[in-house]
């Protein structure tokens, strides 16, 4: 309709369960448009239904993000329509020993968790600049901090858990590279949340308290209306990373020099 406002258009990934859904299911509320992908047709079709329902336009990607050919697909969504948000959700865990995890699974997970992300944010974020506005929201985890973790119940994560902290550290970097562009980055770090994810595992989580993944989207979406990069919804004490940041700068502003540190010694002595 001639001079109606115009919704703001979101592409959330892996739309068709757990939090992905929760991301569009709460952007309609808000009253923004969707494009959903993910690669179960019968889900997506039937959240686009109740998107639909709920008075938001919803558009649907059945693709494979795994795939050259859905990467592509997904990309041309970024790149060709004025999106004011790119939740990148879609992800897979294949949590397994590195020494056995099959050549086809590793390929999955630095394709889906890494390639798939870098690539559909440099899709969209052009745009964005040039628009002024916008937003890249990328669903990491809490094991993307879990390196020199030593804590019980960790599954077996090498490359799941060094996808997420590559995208933690990437958000950060883009984030610096876009202040004052108008356009907005999130990295949101689950922790346990009520999904699928972890069942397709084929582990079971039924009897470990979980936080509901709409608690987690309300979470994040809150920090990205305040402008939180590192979003940690269910961390009470936001200086407990502060203090992570805090030690990384004193880290680098010690070890950035031309001299080996004095505890090696002198050459020769």
Same mark, same amino acid.
């Given at each position: ?13 892996? +739309? ?9 299911? @709460? ?8 494009? $959903? ?52 959700? +879609? ?5 397994? #020993? ?21 690539? =559909? ?18 669903? @990491? ?17 090498? $490359?799941?858990?060094?996808?997420? +902290? ?23 770090? #689950? ?11 084929? $582990? ?8 509901p993944a709409e608690e987690l ?6 920090? =990205? ?18 203090? $992570? ?5 004193? =880290? ?18």
């Amino acid at each position: 309709m001639s001079g109606a406002q115009q919704r703001p258009l979101a592409f959330v990934t892996g +739309a068709s369960s757990g939090i992905g859904l929760c991301y569009a299911r @709460a952007l309609a509320a808000r009253g923004w448009d969707l494009v $959903i992908g993910g690669r179960r047709v019968e889900r997506l079709d039937a959240l686009a239904r109740e998107l639909t329902g709920a008075g938001a336009r919803a558009e649907t990607v059945v693709a494979d993000l795994a795939t050259a050919e859905g990467l592509a697909a997904h990309e041309a969504i970024c790149r060709d329509r004025p999106l004011d948000l790119l939740v990148n959700n +879609a992800a897979v865990a294949h949590y397994m #020993p590195f020494a056995k995890l099959p050549a086809d699974k590793l390929d999955e997970l630095l394709q889906v968790n890494t390639v798939a992300v870098v690539k =559909l944010a440099r899709a969209a974020v052009e745009g964005m600049v040039t628009r002024g506005r916008g937003a890249i929201l990328n669903v @990491a985890s809490q094991l993307a901090f879990s390196g020199a973790a030593k804590l019980p119940a960790l599954p077996a994560r090498v $490359i799941y858990a060094s996808t997420k +902290a590559f995208l933690v550290a990437f958000s950060q970097l883009l984030a610096a590279e876009l202040e004052g562009t108008g356009v907005k980055v999130q990295v949101v770090c #689950p922790g346990v949340v009520v999904s699928e994810f972890h069942s397709r595992q084929g $582990i079971d989580m039924s009897g470990r308290p979980r936080l509901p993944a709409e608690e987690l989207v309300r979470g994040s979406l809150a920090d =990205l209306d305040a402008g939180v990069l590192v979003s940690l919804p269910t961390l009470e004490d936001p200086a407990v990373f502060d203090e $992570i940041a805090a030690a990384q700068g004193k =880290l680098l502003g010690q070890s950035l020099k031309p001299t080996l540190a004095s505890r090696y010694g002198r050459e020769g002595s």
